[in-house]
């Protein structure tokens, strides 16, 4: 059975008294769901990390970083690295996400290193790929994750690849409203493990967790995650209101 995930990525939003209430709310919200057993991962700021962290004992949710430094430590003004976050409890991090690959001009080259950085740390890194519109308009949508996918990845070795969670999130969906059908969430995870399957064989391809992102809320989740190949969520906006979350995260565990 594959690993259902929820998580909340707060992007660059909120003040810290905003945050310490949206953490208190998630805390109160799901220590009433005693049977839920989606894995809840929660990705504030960098500066809010150990504040949520402090609040994680309880173990009601994980906590992600929403990047970390392709270098190990040093004179890397400004960067954070892996063996920080991991010291500080954080054991999830988003990595090429389609935000720091436009504004922060990462490339597959400085992506390899973060996800290698994230796994000798003991990070999961959530791997994110995704098309943008005029890819999908013509036609070219599995050609870019298939790049991605292979160019961020494809170097691991079965035992690393294993920590790997993947998520889908179209370009054109972020923030917008416009959320890709199932169907075409479904048809792109569905390739997504054709690839996995061709490079690492069918019990890794069957085994991997793969998020859908893009404009899912509390009113699409359902019919989202519903689909075969869909194992939860890596939720922008949405991750802001804490019932909403929430419903979101019960979504995945029975949809
Ligand atoms: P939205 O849910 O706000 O569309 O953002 C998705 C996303 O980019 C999560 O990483």
Redesign the pocket.
């Known amino acids: 059975m594959r690993r259902k995930i929820v998580?909340g990525?707060w992007?660059m939003n909120l003040n810290f008294q905003e945050a310490e209430e949206l953490i208190e709310d998630l805390l109160e919200l799901l220590a009433e769901e005693e049977e839920l057993k989606t894995e809840v991962v929660v990705c504030p700021p960098y500066p809010y990390l150990e504040l949520t962290t402090d609040f994680s004992e309880e173990k009601l949710f994980h906590v992600g970083a929403q990047n970390l430094s392709a270098f190990d430590a040093g004179a890397y003004t400004g960067e954070i690295s892996a063996s920080m976050l991991a010291s500080m409890d954080v054991t999830h991090c988003?990595i090429g996400?389609?935000?720091r690959r436009k504004y922060f001009n990462e490339d597959d080259q400085m992506l390899t290193a973060k996800v290698n950085q994230a796994l000798a740390h003991d990070i999961t890194p959530i791997f994110?790929v995704g098309e943008l519109l005029p890819e999908r308009e013509a036609g070219e949508h599995f050609k870019t994750v298939r790049w991605q996918v292979r160019h961020g990845l494809f170097h691991l070795d079965t035992a690393e690849f294993s920590k790997v969670v993947i998520?889908y999130?179209p370009v054109w969906?972020?923030?917008?409203?416009v959320t890709a059908s199932p169907a075409q969430a479904a048809e792109m995870h569905a390739y997504i493990r054709t690839l996995i399957d061709e490079r690492y064989g069918p019990e890794m391809a069957e085994k991997t967790s793969i998020l859908y992102?893009?404009?899912?809320?509390a009113k699409n989740a359902t019919e989202l995650f519903a689909q075969p190949g869909i194992d939860g969520g890596?939720?922008?906006?949405?991750?802001l209101l804490a019932e909403e979350f929430v419903s979101i995260c019960k979504q995945a565990q029975t949809a």
């Open positions: 998580a990525n992007k988003i996400h389609s935000e994110c998520a999130e969906a972020i923030g917008t409203g992102g893009g404009s899912c809320n890596l939720i922008g906006g949405a991750s």
